[in-house]
């Protein structure tokens, strides 16, 4: 992934600016990810970075070394907080109930281009336990992983995943960089 080391360089230098660095750090660590423990390995590279940088401020302004235990805490918090924060943001999981069905709909935003199918099947599915706290549904999820394999359709500009197991349906749609997915539970 070479786009994702000058990323990662960018946000590293972004954290070493005083006050500011470390919010855009966490913005731009944000944006590269889909999954926040993804993001937790690039923020804590930033994390010593942002404290360096606190310390930049600490020798270069006498008049702010009373603040600077406030200030390193921000520094240190603030790109955990603004990286969850922003992937929330982008990444959308919504849960429906129907007469029929319960669905849970998510879509995902910054997919890998030469992403493993199987892979981003796996981070849906495990997206979808941590949403459901019914523990009937959580074990019909977790049963759709020793099914038969993904039926994979390509078209032009789009792969279309699907796997059916005892009536729950997990359908993947991914388009560009964007990932549509849908469980779908019968009751």
Known sequence: MVEGRTFLKLASFTSLIPIVGPPLSGVLIGRQSSDFLQTI????????????????L????????????????????????????????????????????????????????????????KMSLDRALRKIRNPYYKSK???VMECPPLKVKVAQDTITMRKNCNGVVVEAT???????????IPY
């Open 41 to 56: 390995k690039y923020v804590l590279i930033s994390l010593p970075l942002s404290a360096l940088g606190t310390l930049f």
């Open 58 to 121: 600490y020798f270069g302004f006498p008049l702010l070394q009373k603040f600077i235990y406030g200030i390193l805490a921000y520094s240190l918090a603030a790109p955990l907080i603004v990286s969850y924060l922003t992937i929330n943001f982008y990444n959308k999981i919504e849960v429906s109930y129907d007469e029929e069905r319960l669905e849970i709909r998510m879509w995902l935003k910054n997919i890998d281009q030469s992403f493993d199918p199987n892979a981003l099947f």
């Open 141 to 143: 999820i977790k049963t």
């Open 174 to 184: 991914v388009i560009n960089d964007r990932a549509k997915i849908k469980v779908s």
